[in-house]
């Protein structure tokens, strides 16, 4: 209006200033969130492994039905290779176990001292591709059962634990012929190739998005025929 008086020029260029600042940032914004938006498009987040996959049968669960249900999985499986666990008939030597899963990527043995009456401990231990590794897992296995092998102090009767740890650890020690399962990864032909042997009671196989040491697992003993329940303890345990 007239006689209203006028703001001063440089006021006028801080504004315009201003603005012109505000619109930059803004626009970087949008750069920034169309940025990372694509960066999420290209690059997913990888999806989480699955973690409550379970090898070997429930407790309690019917052993056949645990059978019947693993030989259906495996016949609906692919080419693909998938994480098995193998249950076998009777237990076998290191040889044999061996050449069984000749073939797959062994990654674990189940040995186990089976005796009448008596319920002995069953233990899982690592293997590589290497036959040697199995020597290595024996002594894995011996360690771990030792814990109650040696009789309690100052001259106190062995325990029924520690006489079965004791009786356990001497056949091992020994060679004895004691695997009952092993996991292995292996292409499904190959799997049911296994399933197949005489030795061979069952093969169980995960989903195929199971992912390594993510799962638990549990053996299926021989001695197990109608209830996966633990075995009769009743019996007395052998000197050796």
Request: overall charge neutral.
């Amino acid at each position: 209006m007239p006689g209203e008086p006028q703001p001063p020029a440089d006021l006028e260029a801080r504004r315009g200033g201003l603005t012109g600042a505000i619109v930059v940032a803004l626009v970087l914004l949008v750069a920034a969130t169309a940025g990372l938006y694509a960066l999420g498009a290209t690059h997913p987040p990888k999806r989480a492994a699955i973690t409550s996959d379970r090898l070997g049968p429930e407790n309690g669960a019917s052993v056949a039905a645990y059978l019947d249900d693993a030989a259906a999985g495996l016949d609906r499986v692919g080419a693909g290779p998938r994480w098995a666990l193998i249950s076998l008939r009777a237990p076998v030597g290191d040889d044999q176990a061996w050449s069984l899963v000749d073939g797959t990527a062994a990654s674990q043995v189940a040995f186990h001292v089976p005796i009448a009456g008596v319920a002995t401990p069953s233990t899982f231990a690592a293997v590589t591709g290497d036959r040697g590794s199995l020597a290595t897992a024996r002594t894995n296995a011996v360690v771990e059962v030792r814990g109650d092998a040696d009789a309690g102090g100052d001259g106190a009767p062995a325990t029924r634990d520690q006489q079965v740890s004791s009786v356990t650890v001497d056949r091992l020690r020994s060679g004895c012929a004691c695997i009952v399962a092993m996991v292995v990864r292996g292409t499904g032909p190959r799997l049911r190739e296994i399933a197949a042997s005489p030795l061979v009671r069952g093969v169980q196989v995960l989903p195929a998005d199971a992912a390594g040491g993510r799962f638990a697992v549990v053996a299926l003993l021989p001695e197990q025929t109608d209830r996966f329940l633990p075995v009769a303890d009743t019996a007395p345990v052998p000197p050796r």
